[in-house]
């Protein structure tokens, strides 16, 4: 596309660290995004998280104080593995445990961040690491890009989304009354991402999140990267080390390229499902108590009602969607994520999806896929989509009396 501006190279770069005969050196792969917020140094790779230090130091320049920020969920070595790193180049180590998950990302824990700041004398001229999930990492972006009117982070995500996601996208703080509304523009100037560092458990949210994200940004970048995504599924479910590699970079540079298009309409790509998503899920957390499904299944469910409307509202070219809505839904099946069974009401899903869209913009468009590659906010009607919620909360209805009784 004509507008896009951004250029990613992607590098391999083989470290010696005098191995034994029989342990191949560590390669780590590094590409450069260059998002409408700041310039990221992404490297990728088995081993990377040893080299937080010298790959810090090309970035603030002469080592000084350094606080390492992490949630209380992240593995004890990890956390040793960048001190030893860090100390090693010659930072002064400092360290701040928060909370993990969303209960990182709010003003409550930003303020602890603050205070350890001040407390430890970081300045402009040293740096901030995170350490943990997406949701962690989104709150060091906030504050490192409001410290001292911005001061370098560090991202060093342990979780599939906070490597895809975050790096390109950084969520919004939730504030009292208001989820997800809270955005500062900043972008983490380094994202080591580790393969190792990340959950084996195949149902783990961020790498249910992380492949959802996979499948949104691959139909918004377009064919050929969803068709590589297609390629390394059964890779990437197997936890094989290359292809997740290979998607990484590859699906952050794409991601990249929507965010940091100069057509509003293009940027507009990264909102796919997330409406639709976040509707239901406060609608199941109105329900009353019951087992969450997460982030990664929530948007999941927004990608399947997003193409589905696609189809209906672009009747000329339905049976070229219809390609589009069975090759997604295909490998949403294979990433682990199932539909969610639910006994909802499509008008309250409605007023929901409503309220949701209203609450950040003055129009009510949700963003469809027309095709690969091209995402926009479409204007839809009101019976069509009343239509299409009503078949899916019937069907989901359908789904969760066939679900076996839990213990």
């Known amino acids: 596309m004509s507008e896009e501006t951004t250029e990613a190279a ?15 050196p560590v390669v780590v792969r590094r590409q450069s995004l260059a998002t409408r917020m700041g310039v990221c140094d992404m490297r990728v790779g088995v081993g990377a998280t040893a080299q937080l230090g010298e790959a810090l130091r090309g970035v603030v320049g002469k080592p000084r104080r350094v606080l390492v920020v992490h949630s209380a969920d992240v593995p004890a070595d990890v956390v040793e593995e960048a001190r030893r790193s860090l100390v090693d180049t010659g930072f002064a180590f400092h360290q701040l445990e928060l909370a993990g998950g969303r209960a990182s990302r709010n003003l409550d824990e930003a303020t602890r961040a603050f205070e350890a700041l001040a407390s ?15 949701d962690l990492v989104s709150t060091l972006v906030f504050v490192a890009s409001t410290w001292c009117a911005g001061t370098v982070l560090a991202a060093v995500p342990t979780t599939l989304d906070g490597m895809v996601d975050v790096t390109v996208t950084p969520r919004a703080l939730d504030v009292a009354g208001a989820d997800e509304m809270l955005l500062a ?18 149902d783990d949210p961020g790498t249910l999140m992380g492949r959802a994200v996979m499948v949104a940004g691959a139909v918004t970048a377009g064919e050929t990267t969803f068709s590589e995504l297609a390629v390394r599924a059964d890779g ?17 540079k794409g991601r990249c390229r929507v965010a940091s298009s100069t057509a509003l309409a293009v940027r507009q790509g990264l909102l796919l499902g997330m409406g639709f998503a976040r509707a239901i899920g406060h609608c199941l957390d109105a329900a009353g108590p019951q087992d969450a ?50 006994d909802l009401d499509a008008d309250d899903v409605l007023a929901a999806l ?44 359908r789904l969760s009396r066939h679900q076996p009784p839990t213990a």
């Open 10 to 24: 992607t590098v391999d770069e083989t470290k010696a660290v005098a191995p034994a005969p029989d342990v191949p």
């Open 120 to 134: 430890h004398g970081i300045t402009a001229d040293d740096a901030i690491v995170a350490v943990g999930d997406a």
């Open 185 to 202: 523009k900043g972008v983490a100037r380094l994202a080591v991402c580790d393969p190792a560092n990340l959950p084996d458990a195949p």
């Open 236 to 252: 990437i479910v197997a936890h094989d080390p290359d292809a997740l590699v290979d998607e990484v970079l590859d699906i952050t």
């Open 293 to 342: 499904p997460g982030e990664g299944r929530l948007l999941a469910e927004g990608l399947r009602i997003a193409a589905r409307l696609a189809v209906a509202r672009q009747e000329k070219d339905a049976d070229a969607l219809l390609g589009l809505v069975f090759a997604q839904d295909a490998l949403l099946e294979k990433f682990g994520l199932a539909e969610v069974p639910c």
């Open 354 to 397: 409503r309220a949701e869209e209203l609450s950040r913009s003055n129009r009510f468009m949700p963003a469809l896929p027309l095709d690969y590659g091209r995402v926009r906010l479409t204007n839809v009607p009101d019976d069509l989509l009343h239509q299409h919620l009503k078949a899916w909360c019937k069907a989901r209805r």
